[in-house]
């Protein structure tokens, strides 16, 4: 991946009437490719990712490669279901953006609803180390409170 440093923090935004959000400069440039392109990407209930392009598009390769290999050796035969379910998975889980000006995001249809916040609701901004998050807040605080006492596991296995 082409980034080289993570991305951490977290704060508090709004989302405006029009379904718009401000980002930090900070953490939009570090999920903005050269180009200009973002990729939105639906996480899990009442969160969503922002990616550069490149790196999630290679994620994304790199992946389907390797189920492609799968499928040309005969090897997906018994699991047609599966590979349809993460079709339809694929087909509506990522679209590409533009930031507009001063670090906004337009939050799409489709994604409005899976973020579950009203236009004037609060969001919680995450560094996420590769990407950023987009939380709905009271799925980030349950999040947080199952996860953080995994923490210094987590770190001295990463770290080690």
């Given amino acids: ?45 009442g969160c969503l990712s922002l ?3 490149a790196d999630w598009q290679k994620r994304l390769d790199d992946g389907i490669a390797i189920i492609e290999q799968k499928m ?10 599966e590979v349809q379910r993460l079709g339809r998975l694929l087909s509506t889980r ?11 995001v337009l939050v799409p249809e489709g994604f409005r609803e899976f973020l579950n916040v009203k236009p004037g609701g609060e969001v919680m901004i995450v560094g996420a180390a590769i990407c950023i998050e987009i939380w709905n807040p009271s799925n980030w605080l349950e999040l947080l409170q199952a ?14």
């Fill in 72 to 81: 040309s050796a005969g090897r997906m035969e018994e699991r047609w279901s």
């Fill in 94 to 104: 990522s679209k590409d953006i533009q930031l507009a000006k001063r670090s906004r």
């Fill in 147 to 160: 996860e953080m006492p995994e923490f210094s596991p987590l770190f001295k296995d990463l770290s080690g």
């Fill in 51 to 53: 990616w550069r392009a």
């Fill in 1 to 45: 991946m082409a980034t080289n440093i993570l991305i951490t923090g977290e704060i508090k935004r709004t989302l405006d009437e029009r379904h718009r959000l401000t980002l930090p400069t900070e953490m939009a440039n570090a999920v903005t490719d050269e180009d200009g392109k973002t990729v939105l990407v639906k996480e899990r209930a």
